[in-house]
Structures are given as C-alpha cells and as structure tokens.
C-alpha cells in the first residue's frame, strides 16, 4: 500500500510501482465511488467520507498482487505500507497549486508535521516504511521502493518509522494558526 498526506507523490509513485511489479492498481478513491462505498461529503474539509470497514474487507476479498494507493490506504490491512512524506514548505505549495481551501491546506501540513498517516499507519499494519520524497522523483521513489521490497538493508534502515520528522515546522504552524491544533 502507497499512503501519506496528499501531495506526497502517492498517485505517481503508485502507479509506477504496479507498472514495475506488473501489480494491479488500486485507487481507493476509484474503488470506493465504484463500490458505493461513499456514505457522505465532511461539508468543513470538502472531503468525501467512505466506509472503511467495508472499504477494507472488499480489498481483502480482491485476489492477486495488488498495489493499493490513496490517502486511507494506511488504514487498510495490509503486508506492507509504505507512507510517503514531504516537507511541510514543499508541501504547502503543491495543495495550493491545487487551488484547494487554506483551511484544508493547512489542516494537511498539520497532519504532516504531526505525522498522523504514519501514526494510523503502525495502529492497523506490522511492515510500515516512510519514504521522503521532497527531493526525490517519482521514479526515484519507486525504485527506493524496489530495493526495500528486496531486502536491502540500508534502504530498510533509513525507512524505519520515525526515521523523518518535521517538528521544526511546529513553531511556524502555531503562528499561522494561534488557535489549538485539533487533534
């Protein structure tokens, strides 16, 4: 599974990882509108809401090699998930080119810097791996991506969770935003 706060690359990385592997792709998005799986719309984030419990019991049912990507696919069961990071900055200005809403966009940097995909991430899965991809390709990620799913050690070692952290942003957020951070 290809995870992390959108903006980090999950799409891209994704489907070059499936291309790769010869994987079938899984966009959790996709899937859940295919599936009737959206129970609503969350008014305040502009974000659809989607049942997991069946979410995550359909992909259990899928058979094969699947590479499963979206925002909530760290909280899916899975072998292995590999959460994508990114620098709050870069970050930052990727959801703006999206045009997205400044409360959405600095609701996501938050989960960023508090590192709430790679928290949820290690409460529901056993194998997870953060990749940082600020400075990173696409392709530069896949092929990290590679090497960790072959054993490679000092890939695994420098992908251990926790291995990235961004609290130095901590002080800029509370700046930007003096009321309490909702977590």
């Known amino acids: 599974?290809?995870?992390?706060?959108?903006?980090?690359?999950?799409?891209?990385?994704?489907k070059l990882l499936s291309e790769k592997l010869k994987y079938q792709l899984i966009k959790i998005n996709d899937f859940a509108y295919e599936n009737d799986l959206i129970t609503g719309q969350d008014e305040k984030r502009g974000?659809?809401?989607?049942?997991?419990?069946?979410?995550?019991?359909?992909?259990?049912?899928?058979?094969?090699?699947?590479?499963i990507e979206g925002h909530m696919a760290h909280l899916l069961d899975a072998g292995i998930v590999f959460v994508l990071r990114t620098n709050p900055d870069i970050l930052e200005k990727r959801l703006q080119e999206r045009n997205w809403l400044s409360d959405k966009i600095n609701e996501n940097i938050e989960a960023?810097?508090?590192?709430?995909?790679?928290?949820?991430?290690?409460?529901?899965?056993?194998?997870?791996?953060?990749?940082?991809?600020?400075?990173?390709?696409?392709?530069?990620?896949?092929?990290?991506?590679?090497?960790?799913?072959?054993?490679?050690?000092?890939?695994?070692?420098?992908?251990?969770?926790?291995?990235?952290?961004?609290?130095?942003?901590?002080?800029?957020?509370?700046?930007?935003?003096?009321?309490?951070?909702d977590l």
Do not use: F, R
């Open 47 to 67: 974000s659809l809401l989607v049942d997991t419990e069946a979410l995550n019991k359909m992909i259990k049912d899928l058979k094969g090699n699947l590479v």
């Open 112 to 181: 960023e810097i508090l590192d709430v995909c790679l928290k949820e991430a290690t409460e529901n899965n056993k194998t997870i791996y953060e990749i940082d991809t600020t400075e990173k390709t696409p392709e530069q990620t896949t092929e990290l991506i590679l090497k960790i799913l072959k054993k490679s050690k000092k890939e695994i070692n420098a992908a251990k969770p926790g291995s990235i952290s961004w609290q130095e942003h901590l002080d800029k957020l509370a700046k930007a935003n003096p009321k309490p951070l």
């Open 1 to 14: 599974m290809v995870s992390g706060t959108p903006g980090t690359g999950k799409t891209e990385v994704a």
